[in-house]
């Protein structure tokens, strides 16, 4: 099938078949090692219009990323212009982000640092307002850029986020944080666990399908 990717097999001690399809558009196929060469393919084509749509999707993303790069960045949900001159640091000016000529050598760094800079202020102002609303207290707060989760809550309740977040709109970065502070209460994903998250995001269906079907955009820069 010429209009997906190429799969890579991995084969284990799973009972199971399935499917997973990766940022970078490669499919990836999760099979018992018993399992013979031909139903492994006829499981792939039986699921071909499910891998054909995620495929177009991360397709599209990549092609809306190199349309922007150099021109715009994502910030909050909207497209920000990005404007290079004779400027001291990065900042943001009604939906312009002024930046120094003399970093452009270093543009994706220097975007990375701002963005980390954004992500730590607006998360953490988040997560103090929203734990103070969900009566719960936190232990800490840190941040990474794991493709595998946007957030998560240890067993000692302390908080990490990925800090890609802040490109995302403002209820969507809430929707993680309410996540997050819920998991404080309830370390499960149960009919309480999501009536919780409601109570304080009632949008949150819809802020958790922008972020999978949008994610990808954001590990584009």
């Known amino acids: 099938?010429?209009?997906?990717?190429?799969?890579?097999?991995?084969?284990?001690?799973?009972?199971?078949?399935?499917?997973?399809?990766?940022?970078?558009?490669?499919?990836?196929?999760?099979?018992?090692?018993?399992?013979?060469?031909?139903?492994?393919?006829?499981?792939?084509?039986?699921?071909?219009?499910?891998?054909?749509?995620?495929?177009?999707?991360?397709?599209?993303?990549?092609?809306?990323?190199?349309?922007?790069?150099?021109?715009?960045?994502?910030?909050?949900?909207?497209?920000?212009?990005?404007?290079?001159?004779?400027?001291?640091?990065?900042?943001?000016?009604?939906?312009?982000?002024?930046?120094?000529?003399?970093?452009?050598?270093r543009q994706k760094k220097e975007l990375n640092t701002w963005y980390i800079q954004q992500a730590k202020t607006l998360i953490t102002r988040q997560v103090t307002y929203f734990a103070k609303e969900m009566s719960v207290v936190h232990k800490s707060i840190s941040f990474s850029d794991t493709k595998s989760r946007w957030g998560s809550c240890s067993h000692d309740n302390h908080l990490q986020?990925?800090?890609?977040?802040?490109?995302?709109?403002?209820?969507v970065v809430n929707y993680v944080i309410i996540h997050e502070l819920a998991h404080i209460d309830e370390k499960n994903h149960s009919m309480d666990f999501w009536r919780r998250v409601g109570k304080y995001n009632p949008s949150y269906r819809q802020n958790r399908k922008w972020l999978k079907e949008h994610g990808n955009i954001l590990f584009s820069n």
């Open 1 to 105: 099938m010429k209009d997906i990717p190429n799969p890579r097999i991995i084969r284990s001690k799973r009972r199971s078949l399935a499917l997973q399809m990766l940022p970078n558009a490669e499919l990836v196929v999760k099979v018992p090692y018993w399992m013979p060469d031909g139903d492994i393919q006829r499981f792939i084509e039986v699921n071909h219009a499910w891998i054909k749509k995620k495929f177009d999707k991360i397709q599209q993303a990549k092609q809306l990323s190199d349309k922007l790069t150099g021109e715009k960045i994502l910030y909050l949900g909207q497209l920000v212009a990005i404007q290079a001159g004779n400027y001291s640091t990065i900042a943001l000016e009604k939906n312009v982000l002024l930046f120094p000529e003399a970093l452009q050598f």
């Open 161 to 171: 986020f990925n800090w890609r977040l802040v490109m995302s709109p403002l209820l």
